[in-house]
């Protein structure tokens, strides 16, 4: 699986949008982009996924450049409530349900 | 909630001694991967099961084990406890053929080893 970068931590103002980015300049043609948070002491919890469009769920919207190297979770309105952990993925949709987790990106999401 | 729970919550044992940890998978799911999370890092993939057989396993040695049940409920075993094995365990589960085969985490086992 392909290796991610993201920043250690950042900062986001409730009710602002968060743009968390994530680069991932070796990624491959059959590589998926996902993203799961971990609220502290709780399980990973999955946002969203995409492979070359932009996608938007309930939770979060998912930018992903046209070359595929970097992508950009947005948070619309950012509450207290995602203060969290965020890892940002890449894996094959083929051979296997392994998640290679990085560090994350620790986000504080001040009132 | 994800409909995943693990047993038990939270465990201290010694090092030398042997656990067992149990996950219930979410209804439907048919695969469960297991994850070891040491403070202040990412989870590591540990293995994964699927129609009751190991399917994928990472770089833990073999003394971690697991099984995987007709109704899809898993455990973990490890025998020999170190004191590098004080971790947050996770399970997760998934459905393999599902659309996305996104993982449903549970809320993990804390283990203490003294």
């Known amino acids: 699986d392909a290796k991610t970068t993201q920043p250690t931590s950042m900062d986001c103002a409730e009710g602002r949008a968060a743009n968390l980015p994530c680069n991932h300049s070796t990624i491959s043609g059959n590589e998926y982009v996902y993203w799961y948070r971990q609220i502290h002491s709780q399980g990973p919890q999955y946002i969203i996924h995409g492979l070359k469009n932009n996608e938007t769920n309930e939770m979060a919207s998912l930018i992903i450049t046209e070359d595929r190297k970097s992508s950009t979770l947005i948070l619309p309105h950012a509450t207290l409530r995602d203060t969290a952990v965020y890892y940002c993925?890449?894996?094959?949709?083929?051979?296997?349900?392994?998640?290679?987790f990085g560090a994350g990106t620790t986000v504080t999401v001040r009132a | 909630e994800t409909g995943v729970t693990q047993s038990p919550t939270h465990l201290i044992k010694t090092r030398g001694q042997q656990v067992t940890l149990r996950c219930s998978s979410q209804s439907g799911h048919n695969t469960v991967s297991w994850y070891q999370q040491a403070l202040g890092q990412g989870p590591q993939f540990i293995f994964q099961y699927y129609r009751e057989e190991e399917n994928g396993r990472g770089n833990f040695p073999p003394r971690f084990s697991g099984l995987q049940f007709p109704n899809y409920s898993s455990e973990l075993n490890v025998n020999a406890l170190e004191l590098d094995d004080s971790a947050l365990y996770l399970c997760?589960?998934?459905?393999?053929?599902?659309?996305?085969?996104?993982?449903?985490f549970g809320p993990g086992t804390r283990l203490t080893v003294t």
């Open positions: 997760a589960s998934s459905l393999v053929g599902g659309r996305a085969r996104e993982q449903y």
């Open positions: 993925i890449v894996r094959a949709r083929v051979g296997g349900d392994k998640l290679s």
